[in-house]
């Protein structure tokens, strides 16, 4: 990404909307059967209908600035998804909706990436390594900041995430047995940073 | 009818609206009408899961002066109920707690110390009480 500022204008956030609420909706089953190795098998379907109801209200959504956007569109993920994977989305939208102007340069998203890292940390009261979707969004983050490419960062990061032992949520039940999974938290996260990251690149 | 309203509320958050409604039937028989109770189960769409709204709702069924104590099942529920807790008025947020302990057993307890009069901490201890440590 170059260091110029990206416009989000309502066409620009409409292609945003649409690339994530996609990604999210078309995955759904991967993210379930994912979510049903580890976790309680809600992720896909839960992911899905939050997007879904993000995309109904797409058109009033992209009518705002961008961080009037993000907001609303945190509070539909917190409202609608029905799981826990509601309030971190949630908490991530919301606290990038409190960094980022309505035309932020490459250092304010870094900013803003950090304070969603924060903000998701202490809403899952998780860390790194901890087999989240911590563990992509810090790498892509990363990436960013060093000028690397932040879709492959998370998708790798995603897949690092396989021998990885879950100590939070209900994959800690597992214990031993979590290892050997993608965590579907990491997957969804990766799928989100890839599907906004080529409407960005592209506009 | 006045004692009620200065006692703790006990708020029930399952998966499941049945697993909800059971414990809160437990509360009632076991230890009677003498606090606010509500319960909420289930995702925005029925199935199983939390929903943040059904859970600021419940909040506001049970709510008392003294305070409200939450008792969730799993992972979803708390992280739901913190959000729920977030989205109060300020004034209300440092009255509402969390209790890291098992559902019916929590709730049960919780209400027993609650119909007491006892404050919204010693209520919350009491349900902790059960939790391995």
Redesign the interface.
């Given at each position: 990404m170059e260091t110029v500022a990206v416009t989000f204008d309502a066409e620009t956030l409409r292609r945003l909307i649409d690339a994530a609420a996609g990604a999210m909706i078309s995955h759904a089953d991967e993210l379930t059967a994912l979510d049903q190795a580890i976790g309680d098998g809600d992720h896909g379907l839960n992911m899905k209908r939050g997007f879904e109801a993000v995309l109904a209200e797409r058109d009033q959504l992209a009518a705002k600035p961008l961080p009037d956007a993000l907001k609303a569109i945190g509070m539909t993920l917190v409202m609608k998804v029905g799981g826990a994977s509601g309030p971190l989305y949630g908490t991530l939208f919301i606290a990038l909706a409190k960094e980022l102007s309505a035309a932020p340069s490459q250092e304010e998203f870094v900013r803003a990436a950090d304070a969603a890292f924060a903000a998701v940390k202490a809403r899952g009261k998780s860390d790194i390594g901890q087999k989240t979707m911590l563990d992509v969004l810090k790498p892509a983050r990363d990436a960013l900041a060093a000028g690397r490419d932040p879709v492959a960062a998370a998708n790798a990061a995603a897949e690092a995430t396989i021998p990885m032992r879950a100590v939070r949520g209900r994959a800690s039940f597992l214990g031993e047995r979590s290892i050997g999974h993608m965590d579907p938290g990491a997957r969804s996260s990766a799928l989100l940073i890839a599907a906004m990251h080529e409407v960005l690149e592209g506009s | 009818m006045t004692k009620i309203n200065g006692n703790v509320g006990i708020v029930i958050v399952s998966?499941s609206i049945d697993v909800a409604r059971g414990t809160a039937d437990m509360v009632r028989q076991m230890v009677g009408d003498g606090v606010p109770l509500a319960y909420c189960g289930?995702?925005?769409?029925g199935?199983?899961?939390?929903?943040?709204?059904a859970i600021m709702t419940a909040i506001d069924q049970a709510w008392s002066d003294s305070g409200v104590a939450i008792l969730v099942d799993?992972?979803?529920a708390?992280?739901?109920s913190?959000?729920a807790v977030e989205?109060q008025p300020p004034e209300r947020r440092r009255r509402i707690v969390v209790c890291n302990a098992p559902i019916v057993e929590g709730a049960v307890m919780a209400a027993t110390e609650a119909s007491g009069g006892a404050p919204l901490e010693d209520v919350k201890r009491t349900a902790e009480e059960l939790s391995p440590v």
């Open positions: - | 998966h289930g995702n925005p769409d199935g199983l899961g939390t929903n943040v709204q799993l992972g979803g708390e992280t739901n913190e959000m989205l």
